[in-house]
């Protein structure tokens, strides 16, 4: 398998009026081509920070990515500066935001910001740019192509906005895309219109994506590899049917109980009490202990180290420490457990590495 | 059998009437609410679910049909006192968490608005005491009372308004969107608190949402909104397991459920609008198709409702 | 990285406290403080509030402390050039220039702030209903606002003038008023368009629910919330009252002497100038630093309340 993107001990900071937050605290992961990872997490988690650093997106000040590389298709992009970064947004790496009107300049019509972006990146003339647009503008589902290319961003709707602006981020074919909860705003229905077209075109142009989100049922529709992320930190990840089936950390167990699917049958939700933790001071020991049900002593104290289930699992717990006594997750997660092959007798320590 | 707390008859809410660009916002729609239960109103946007709330509780104006309180139409109270007194009774719980609260006003003053335009609490003391308790019951600590609300996440700041609607003794609370600006382990802890209101308080509810599988969770019974019109209701298990009205079946499909194995499974339907075929002379209401199910529909798909059942 | 084996009786459940889990840590700071902070940040706006404190400071102090009097005439000692005696000169009837200029100070900034004050009043409530009722409430206002605005400001306030002064010159208040006449179109403007703006958030919408009137609406949810604007606008419409009043003199339309603002020893310094420029430049330059600190001043408010820009 070949690693598309590499991250390795991200850590960044803001530096705002009432502190500096620790938004990432030490983040490691990778993506294979080909592959979808979902990034699972809540506000304050990181995980767009981390989204917008791939980017370089981050305005420093005062953002400051204070230690780590992400190599991005064998380049470290981290001491890269903003000329590099140009040719490197739009060919290798793109995103594609929740909001699309954000992205979109409301007094240009369509087709003419989707040319601009092909004739800056492609060197090919105005009318190759505009047959390449309406090309695009097809893939992406959008009906009546020739006549939507003249028309403004305030005449689409949610759902065709959002498939311009995924046409805009793929105009340049690159090899990595990044969607942070592009979904979110949109209708259920349009929602699962946007992410038919989202696995279409991964196939099709064998782009690798990054998908944020903080819903579990697009996790399970979308991923192959989940990341799930709490206080600036991962604190699992696996394959998508580990993280449903096996999870091992009382947050992702937290999550997964605190959501009502349409088959639940349960008598009550068990909603995690409390708020994430204020990054300005970063916990001691595990960010999630005050509000685990599952906190241990130590949690207070350390920070737990990286164990490895499987593979492709790793969990930063000290509950698969083999001082910690056994525990089992809540009776949601319970229901739907399964042991998957390949998974480990005993977890193995890995220390900082996830 | 539980009195009916609330009658939605014929309603209509029409935007811009009479102008080229006019929304039929709410375009005919009848139900009844029972006390003590929880009737969740679901649909995507523009399907009119919001202005129903907004109507029923008279931030706007109907342009047509009755909405009853205990046998009184709303809209047609002229005196101030009467519709105080009716503030008391009808509560509201909006979706924004970062918008529903005045940001320059402390927590203590957004509370107690409601006991301080209706004079409910005779002295300071009895003022702040109600506060503090308000804000225990919905899971916060006293000395949050002098704080501002930028000082507050999303979670906590819904909870004061709950806090802020509780304060004045509701009896029907309509609840906008609560959760749909919150974060998913945040949303779990509103419901839960909501549920819990209900049961110490006796308090009904209209739960109007999106994300069906938490409207699922919460109600009793479930109406469907399509471009203004209810085309569905029905209890929420019934709704679930047999949904009639192609658009909600349509609906119920485009869920994506946290669970990897049943996601390679599920295939989607669509709904086209077309695929009715409705004449002229077809004429569309709601028909009870079983027992507290009623479906919108004509005459022959009705009568094809009640054969696919057999 | 755990490199050694923590104690085995770390490993022991805690019960969590639900209450911390709900703390807030930060200090409750408030909105003012916060804006206070961000405002403290912009160099020249704090440049702008050294400067007037200090014209302020000597506004009320040079006065007192100087054996001349602002009104004494000395025609012995007419139109002296600055010395040791008189830092500024003297004026063709012997009157220090220093102390007139201080003197001139109060009145102008006096006149600036009042007229401005006056107009927010009015600019507010007017606004504030305009945009809060709405319907033919607000069209009837606003038309009259608009037609108002038509009227060249200067016309009215010259026929104001005419009409409410003798020919030596106007008292203060007169020329309070006509400065008001016109500014507070502006602010109404301001606000109406706030209010529009706010009347339909839903912290509005719940005092509605709630049973909110008119009143409450109005004075408690939306003015609050338009705060910055005025206070910006405030600050920003001092300098042209300022000037206005500076112009106005200027035409021969000013105070009554001995009465003296910027604007009349400006007006009096003119024909001099040539001859006795310390007679014009005092008042002159003072009238630009005034403006010009209040002009600054509006700005990092303007910044430092911006909503946008606040988390």
């Not at chain 1, 959008?142 to 981020?169: C, D, K, L, T, W």
Request: glycine fraction near 8%; proline fraction near 6%.
């Amino acid at each position: 398998m070949e690693k598309i993107l590499d991250v390795k001990n991200l850590e960044i900071n803001f530096h705002t009026q009432s502190g500096t937050v620790h938004a990432v605290r030490g983040v490691d992961f990778y993506l294979n081509k080909g592959e979808t990872l979902a990034i699972v997490g809540e506000s304050g988690s990181g995980k767009s920070v981390t989204a917008q650093a791939i980017m370089k997106l981050l305005p420093t000040p005062p953002a400051e990515i204070v230690k780590g590389q992400i190599i991005l298709d064998g380049e470290d992009i981290v001491p890269m500066t903003d000329k590099q970064m140009q040719n490197v947004r739009g060919n290798k790496v793109s995103m594609i935001f929740q909001d699309p009107m954000t992205s979109l300049n409301p007094t240009m019509k369509i087709g003419f910001q989707i040319a601009e972006l092909i004739m800056k990146n492609q060197k090919v003339t105005k009318q190759e740019a505009r047959v390449n647009t309406i090309k695009l503008l097809k893939m992406v589902g959008i009906p009546n192509p020739a006549e939507r290319y003249g028309q403004y961003p305030h005449q689409f709707s949610g759902g065709m906005r959002q498939r311009v602006m995924i046409a805009i981020a793929l105009a340049a074919k690159p090899k990595l895309l990044i969607a942070d909860e592009p979904t979110t705003a949109l209708d259920v229905t349009i929602q699962a219109q946007i992410l038919e077209l989202m696995k279409n075109l991964k196939q099709t142009l064998e782009t690798s994506i990054i998908f944020i989100t903080h819903d579990l049922g697009v996790v399970a529709n979308m991923a192959d590899r989940v990341a799930v992320m709490y206080a600036g930190q991962i604190i699992e990840t696996g394959t998508v049917d580990e993280i449903f089936y096996d999870p091992r950390h009382p947050y992702t167990w937290g999550l997964l109980s605190s959501m009502p699917s349409l088959d639940y049958r349960g008598a009550e939700l068990h909603a995690i009490p409390g708020s994430p933790p204020d990054l300005t001071m970063p916990p001691k020991g595990d960010g999630f202990a005050p509000r685990s049900s599952y906190a241990m002593q130590i949690d207070l104290e350390e920070e737990p180290p990286v164990f490895q289930v499987s593979e492709t699992h790793f969990v930063k717990s000290w509950l698969l420490h083999p001082n910690a006594p056994k525990v089992d997750p809540p009776k949601a997660v319970l229901l739907r457990k399964r042991t998957l092959p390949g998974t480990f007798e005993k977890p193995v320590l890995v220390g900082g590495e996830i | 059998m539980p009195e009916k707390l609330l009658e939605v008859k014929h309603l209509k809410k029409y935007f811009n009437q009479g102008k080229p660009d006019m929304v039929k916002a709410i375009d005919d729609v009848t139900f009844d609410i029972y006390q003590g239960e929880t009737l969740g109103l679901v649909g995507e946007s523009g399907c009119g679910k919001s202005t129903t709330g907004r109507t029923i509780i008279r931030l706007y104006e109907a342009t047509d049909g009755q909405v009853l309180y205990r046998g009184q139409d709303i809209h047609k109270i002229k005196s101030k006192k009467a519709l105080k007194e009716l503030n008391k009774k009808i509560q509201m719980i909006f979706q924004d968490p970062y918008a529903s609260l005045n940001p320059r006003m402390k927590v203590a003053d957004i509370i107690a608005e409601g006991i301080d335009i209706h004079g409910i609490a005779k002295s300071n003391k009895e003022r702040m005491d109600r506060v503090y308790e308000l804000l225990e019951t919905v899971g916060l600590n006293r000395e949050h009372a002098n704080r501002f609300p930028h000082e507050f996440s999303g979670g906590q700041r819904q909870r004061i308004g709950i806090a802020r609607a509780l304060a004045v003794n509701p009896e029907f609370i309509i609840a906008d969107e609560p959760i749909s600006a919150l974060d998913v382990s945040i949303q779990a802890q509103v419901v839960n608190l909501l549920k819990r209101l209900q049961k110490e308080h006796g308090l009904t509810y209209l739960f109007i949402a999106h994300d069906l599988s938490m409207v699922k969770y919460i109600s009793d019974r479930i109406g469907v909104m399509y471009f203004g019109k209810l085309v569905e209701l029905a209890p929420s298990d019934e709704l679930y397991k047999n949904p009639m009205h192609p658009y909600t079946r349509s609906l119920l499909s485009s869920i994506p459920l946290p669970d990897p194995d049943a996601e390679r499974n599920r295939k989607r339907i669509r709904y086209d609008p077309k695929s009715h075929q409705y004449m002229e002379e077809d004429q569309l209401k709601m028909r009870e198709v079983r027992p507290g199910h009623f479906v919108y529909c004509s005459e022959k798909e009705f009568n094809q409702y009640q054969q696919n059942i057999e | 990285m755990a490199t050694h084996t923590p104690d085995q009786g770390k490993f022991v459940f805690v019960s969590h406290n639900l209450e911390q889990a709900e703390k807030i840590e930060k200090k409750s700071i408030g909105f003012w403080g916060e804006a206070w902070y961000r405002f403290r940040q912009n160099k020249l706006a704090i440049f702008g509030i050294v400067l007037l404190l200090i014209i302020i400071g000597f506004a009320i102090f040079a006065p007192m402390f100087s054996q001349y009097n602002y009104a004494k005439n000395d025609l012995m000692n007419t139109n002296q050039p600055p010395s040791s005696q008189h830092w500024f000169g003297t004026d063709d009837l012997g009157r220090d220039v220093f102390v007139r200029n201080w003197i001139g100070a109060r009145i102008s900034i006096t006149i600036g702030v009042v007229a401005a004050l006056i107009d927010i009043v009015i600019g507010v409530i007017w606004g504030g209903i305009a945009g809060l009722k709405g319907g033919k409430t607000d069209e009837i206002l606003m038309r009259i606002a608009d037609i108002l605005y038509g009227i060249p400001n200067l016309l009215v306030v010259i026929l104001l003038m005419v009409v409410f002064s003798s020919d030596k010159g106007s008292d203060l208040l007169t020329m309070i008023i006509a400065m008001s006449i016109t500014g507070w179109i502006n602010m109404a403007r301001i606000v109406r368009g706030q209010v529009i703006q706010l009347k339909n958030q839903e912290f509005v919408l719940a005092s509605r629910t709630l049973g909110a009137g008119f009143n409450r609406i109005l004075f408690k949810h939306l003015i609050p919330n338009t705060m910055g604007p005025i206070l910006v606008t405030l600050t920003l419409t001092i300098p042209t009252a300022i000037f206005t009043e500076a112009f106005l003199s200027f035409l021969g339309l000013g105070l009554t002497p001995p009465l003296a603002s910027w604007g009349t020893m400006a007006n009096e310094g003119l024909p001099a100038m040539e001859y006795y420029p310390w007679r014009l430049f005092p008042p002159a330059i003072f009238i630009c630093i005034t403006m010009f600190a209040f002009n600054v001043i509006g700005d990092g408010l303007r910044d430092a309340l911006d909503p946008r820009t606040r988390k």
